[in-house]
């Protein structure tokens, strides 16, 4: 590992010096730092920032600090309740071990796991632009099936940021500029000509909460995953949805797919097919089918959008069938 230098930051403002990053949990960084892929000149350690609490919010919803651990917000009694599709995405993801250093704002954050990403030694235009992406012709059998390019086909990992795109869920940075809210479905890019850059962050800015709307319909939600072992996988597809239904007829519905593109995926199509229509699996199974449309599947990742269109059928038909 490279040699570094470490500080414990007292504001925002620490993280502001040339190939400084913010540390948190580091289940993501320090692995990246120990493999020669991350290679930061300052770690500025966040954990003393006032950064740990789940309140609640004037209007109804939920903010949830940046430093709140995973393992303690899926617990939380409010987010259990009001929005279970998040504590189960949470729930889903690594092990307990890691679920109790990791944050959310580090979970928000975490790189991608391409395996030519992961090793330094190989091109990749993530960590040297205009390298190359071997994946294209490679393995990737876990990459992405929507919004790749031809520099880049990586997917975006975190199984709690596809909650949080269904939940219209909004960021809170702090940052040399000030501070500024960031919808999370504009939080991160496609790669496009620029795959190096995951976020719309600058350089500078730290994510210090993730507000939560009140949202009736997230009550009755579901994250469903699908992974190639049982436990202490990252996703190869998954689906997080919330379903309101009134007369027989979708009255609400939000849906965001994991695993499939450089970001989590707002099916915005498939909600638009839904809303108003018979809650069938039939229904369920088409308005997939319209949103994945768009995809442009690889030699070996088409398996992807049957998997993705059946999860969307049987999360949705769950929920359905929950109605009373």
């Not at 109804?60 to 939380?76: C, E, P, Q, T």
């Not at 707002?266 to 308005?287: Q, Y």
């Not at 994945?292 to 769950?318: C, E, G, H």
């Amino acid at each position: 590992m490279k040699t570094f230098e470490y500080r414990t930051a007292t504001t925002p403002a620490d993280g502001l010096a040339p190939n400084a990053v913010f540390l948190a949990g580091g289940t993501n960084l320090v692995d990246l730092m120990k493999l020669g892929v991350a290679t930061p000149d300052i770690l500025v350690d966040v954990n003393r920032l006032p950064l740990h609490e789940v309140a609640e919010l004037p209007t109804g919803g939920l903010r949830i600090g940046a430093g709140v651990r995973n393992s303690d917000l899926a617990a939380d009694r409010r987010v259990r309740t009001a929005y279970p599709v998040l504590s189960q995405a949470l729930l889903s993801g690594a092990s307990g071990q890691l679920r109790n250093m990791a944050t959310t704002g580090g979970n928000l954050l975490q790189r991608t796991r391409c395996r030519y990403f992961m090793d330094a030694g190989m091109p990749c235009n993530k960590h040297r632009p205009g390298s190359g992406c071997p994946a294209r012709d490679g393995d990737h059998r876990n990459l992405a099936i929507l919004g790749g390019s031809p520099a880049c086909v990586a997917t975006h990992p975190s199984d709690m940021a596809v909650a949080l795109t269904a939940l219209d869920a909004v960021v809170q940075v702090d940052g040399p500029t000030g501070r500024r809210e960031i919808p999370v479905t504009e939080l991160y890019r496609l790669p496009e000509d620029a795959p190096e850059r995951d976020t719309t962050l600058e350089h500078g800015e730290l994510i210090t909460a993730v507000d939560l709307p009140a949202l009736p319909v997230a009550a009755r939600s579901a994250y469903r995953k699908a992974r190639d072992r049982a436990s202490f996988a990252f996703a190869i597809g998954s689906v997080a949805a919330a379903l309101a239904i009134e007369d027989g007829l979708v009255s609400d519905v939000r849906l965001a797919f994991g695993a499939v593109a450089a970001k989590p995926w707002r099916a915005s199509v498939a909600e638009a097919e839904l809303r108003g229509g018979p809650a069938t699996r039939e229904r369920f199974l088409a308005a997939a089918e319209a949103e994945l449309a768009a995809a442009r599947p690889l030699r070996d990742n088409a398996y992807k959008i049957p998997l993705i269109r059946n999860l969307t059928a049987a999360v949705l038909t769950s929920l359905s069938g929950d109605v009373r």
